[in-house]
């Protein structure tokens, strides 16, 4: 099952999201949380301590994703790479054993 949460800003998503998250973790799903906020905080809402968190790095993209197109010509996404070596690489395990990935923040500074 993949649920996404989106909406306006200040709705309650990121405190939703997390708390699913470790509803569903203690009825003993696994569950993987992945936070695409530019402005990421997922992490802290689901309670992963600070010296964890530094482990978390964004995920490139564009290094463990492919873009396919089938017979029709509709492209999709698919992951280069088995998921849980994406985890292992940029993620971190949190509470309840949930692991958390960040597709999102920034990678330097630049101009302008
Ligand atoms: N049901 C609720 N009742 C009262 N306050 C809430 C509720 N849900 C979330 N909040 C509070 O509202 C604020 C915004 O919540 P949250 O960060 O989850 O929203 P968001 O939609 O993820 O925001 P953003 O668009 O900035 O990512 C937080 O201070 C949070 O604690
Ligand atoms: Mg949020």
Do not use: C, W
């Not at 699913?20 to 992963?48: E, F, I, T």
């Not at 463990?64 to 395990?93: C, K, Q, S, W």
Request: charge should be positive; charged fraction near 25%.
């Amino acid at each position: 099952m993949r649920i996404a949460v989106a909406g306006k800003g200040g709705a309650g998503k990121t405190t939703i999201a997390a708390t699913l998250a470790r509803v569903y973790a203690r009825m003993g799903r696994r569950v993987n949380a992945v936070d695409d906020d530019p402005n990421p905080n997922l992490s802290v809402a689901l309670g992963v301590p600070e010296e964890v968190r530094t482990h978390l790095r964004r995920v490139p993209r564009e290094q463990i994703m492919e873009e396919r197109l089938d017979a029709a010509g509709n492209a999709t996404l698919h992951l280069t790479r088995p998921f849980g070596d994406v985890i292992a690489e940029y993620g971190a395990r949190g509470p309840d054993d949930i692991s958390v990935l960040t597709m999102t923040g920034l990678l330097g500074a630049g101009k302008g």
